[in-house]
């Protein structure tokens, strides 16, 4: 019930397209939703999140839409570029008094765009 | 510092040593959390501060691994007769009052 299932494991996309990547989740519990980009030799950087209150954020190109119901949510990229290439990890926690707490992150998906 | 920091970046060490990793974190954040991330994997939580002590320690894999942050800023993971299979990437990340978690940059430990 812990566990945040990603998909797909490696994406390729061309410069300009959409790149999609769903996640799913079991514990009803969750009530935070960050994406991370991390590069080789790097730590995870946080993109964007959501919170289950509302199904969509949008940060420049970057779009969280979240189904509550399904227990789903997903990252938009728009306008892919080369310098998108990395990879994605979803996560999910229950927040703790404002601080936030554990992260169980997703196996992630590398992100490849071709120029 | 602007961001969290982390102290060696890289560790190379031999099987049955002990070895310690240091975190420092984005300047008054109380939350403090270490992650182990295996090569091609997600991080995996070990370990939760709010301010000095431990408030969730579930994913400590057993008891060669613990971790201190006894002024409430700095911490440091330890892991005592370390194993091949320990293995990994170390990440440190803080949080201030927007629940948000800030990663550094990861110590890679290698157990010959």
């Known amino acids: 019930q812990q566990q945040v299932k990603q998909s797909p494991q490696s994406l390729i996309v061309q410069k300009g397209g959409i790149s999609i990547i769903n996640c799913a989740y079991e514990?009803?519990?969750?009530?935070?939703f960050p994406w991370y980009q991390q590069f080789p030799g790097k730590g995870p950087a946080l993109l964007i999140a959501?919170?289950?209150?509302?199904s969509e954020k949008k940060e420049g190109r970057f779009t969280i839409s979240f189904n509550k119901s399904a227990k789903q949510f997903s990252l938009h990229i728009m306008d892919s570029q080369p310098g998108d290439s990395a990879t994605y990890f979803c996560a999910a926690s229950i927040v703790i008094y404002n601080q936030g707490g554990k992260l169980i992150f997703g196996q992630g998906t590398e992100l490849s765009v071709k120029p | 510092g602007a961001g969290v920091s982390q102290t060696p970046s890289n560790k190379v060490t031999e099987k049955g040593k002990y070895v310690e990793l240091r975190c420092d974190p984005i300047s008054g954040h109380t939350a403090l959390y270490w992650y182990r991330q295996s090569l091609g994997q997600g991080p995996e939580f070990l370990i939760y501060?709010?301010?000095?002590?431990?408030?969730?320690d579930s994913g400590l894999p057993n008891d060669r691994f613990f971790a201190v942050r006894p002024e409430g800023s700095v911490s440091t993971l330890k892991i005592q007769r370390t194993e091949r299979g320990d293995s990994a990437v170390y990440l440190c990340?803080?949080?201030?009052?927007?629940?948000?978690?800030?990663f550094g940059p990861g110590t890679r430990l290698t157990v010959l």
């Open positions: 990340a803080s949080s201030g009052g927007s629940g948000e978690q800030f």
């Open positions: 959501i919170r289950p209150d509302v």
């Open positions: 514990n009803t519990a969750f009530d935070y």
């Open positions: 501060f709010q301010g000095t002590g431990a408030a969730d």
